[in-house]
């Protein structure tokens, strides 16, 4: 009888399971429900997924990956990243082209090709695709312009810009700001004799790009609250290298709502002829101050009328607007009077009462000014501290200088 069980145990012994990767082998189990799996569901062994699981969904990939992403790239390579373009190669950048043929750079011209110097025609606002430049609207004043355009023919304006033509401007297109067009000012004013750049303005001007910069077609002018030079906060300061008499100026922009802060569009004359400020003028296209939310000023200065003697011309838009919002700010100037616009809203007139440059010294030269500004004697008459100045900005999407058609 004992060597009958011993015979018995050893039977049990070769016949027992080997197969340590699958779940609660049990060989007394039908040839159909041969495992276990963890979920306790029962399978045979051609049932099993690459996790071992009755029935599952897990696969390998082409590295022998459970679950992997690796896929075949078009050599029949194994990407293991399973990133593929669409000319089949693994990590690569290629696209199909308008022929659908690989394109491997990734870069397709308007026309479909691959590296191809085609574009939309912009004539008579069409959109077909041309290998040579647009033989359409060159002005950058017009609604259909196209930067390649050759000449001026075709084009269609806006009602706003009938009548006028663009002698210059900067669209912010580039990656950083246009130095045959425009200069930096630096410091606080005080290598002029301007400390607090006369006004007891509490910034310190710098071209860091955290103050000055170009993002997305539109230039940004930013406060930064920080230590330098004794002064508690950095911005920007830009100036027009050419300068104008007589014409329109437009600037579409946003402004900043926080106290403290206090941006500025206005020109000066490119020489003091009729002597040193007020005497040869200052127009101020645009100037807000977040002490006073939502109103816009436009001003003059000159010997007759300045703010030291309390006697500046001055005027606002009668209504409050939301200035984090685009508008475009314009003055059209011509020697007869200084008009001063919202959006095409006529808010404040200046005429030239022929009284000779006391109260009319704007028969000259002047440039452009952009600059955001912190306290001082305008921007500073409401309390406000650091954190509403601080990352405050002016966002600017054009600078256009036109002048009149003449007959």
């Known amino acids: 009888m004992k060597n009958y069980f011993l015979f018995i145990i050893l ?3 070769f016949i027992g399971c080997d197969k340590e990767e699958y779940y609660d082998y049990n060989p007394t189990l039908s040839p159909d429900c041969s495992y276990i799996d963890s979920t306790q569901t029962c ?12 029935f599952g969904n897990s696969s390998s990939d082409c590295a022998g990956n459970c679950n992997g992403s690796g896929t075949l790239d078009s050599d029949g390579e194994c990407c293991s990243s399973g990133i593929i373009d669409d000319c089949g190669i693994c990590n690569g950048s290629g696209i199909l082209d308008s022929d659908g043929d690989c394109c491997s750079s990734g870069i397709i011209d308007d026309c479909g090709i691959c590296n191809g110097p085609g574009f939309l025609n912009c004539q008579d606002n069409t959109q077909v695709c041309s290998l040579d430049f647009c033989s359409g609207c060159n002005d950058i004043a017009a609604t259909n312009y196209n930067p390649n355009g050759d000449n001026s023919e075709n084009c269609i304006y806006d009602e706003a810009y009938n009548g006028w033509n663009v002698i210059w401007n900067d669209e912010f297109n580039s990656n ?20 607090g750049w006369g006004n007891q303005e509490e910034q310190y001007y710098t071209n860091n790009s955290q103050n000055i910069r170009i993002e997305n077609g539109e230039l940004i002018i ?14 920007a300061r830009i100036y027009s290298i050419d300068n104008w008499t007589y014409g329109r100026v437009d600037i579409k922009a946003k402004l900043p709502t926080g106290k403290g802060t206090w941006p500025a569009f206005w020109m000066l004359p490119q020489n003091e002829s009729y002597g040193g400020w007020p005497s040869s003028g200052e127009i101020d296209i645009m100037e807000h101050v977040g002490c006073d939310l939502g109103r816009v000023f436009g001003s003059i200065h000159c010997d007759d009328y300045n703010h030291q003697d309390n006697t500046q011309q001055t005027e606002s838009l009668p209504n409050i607007i939301n200035v984090n919002d685009y508008h475009v700010y314009r003055i059209d100037w011509n020697e007869n009077h200084i008009k001063w616009y919202i959006d095409d809203n006529l808010f404040f007139t200046f005429n030239n009462d022929l009284g000779g440059s006391n109260s009319w010294p704007f028969d000259k030269d002047f440039y452009l000014i952009l600059n955001l ?34 007959n």
């Open 11 to 13: 039977i049990l012994f």
């Open 43 to 54: 399978c045979n062994q051609n049932d099993l997924d690459c996790a071992n699981i009755c």
């Open 176 to 195: 950083q700001l246009n130095l045959n067009k425009w200069d930096y000012q630096f410091g606080t004013g005080s290598q002029f004799g301007l400390d």
């Open 222 to 235: 930013q406060a930064i609250n920080e230590n330098i030079e004794n002064s508690e906060y950095t911005s």
């Open 373 to 406: 500004a912190v306290g001082g004697t305008f921007g500073g008459y409401c309390e406000f501290d650091a954190g509403e100045v601080d990352q405050q900005q002016i966002i600017i999407d054009y600078v256009r200088i036109l002048k009149e058609e003449t």
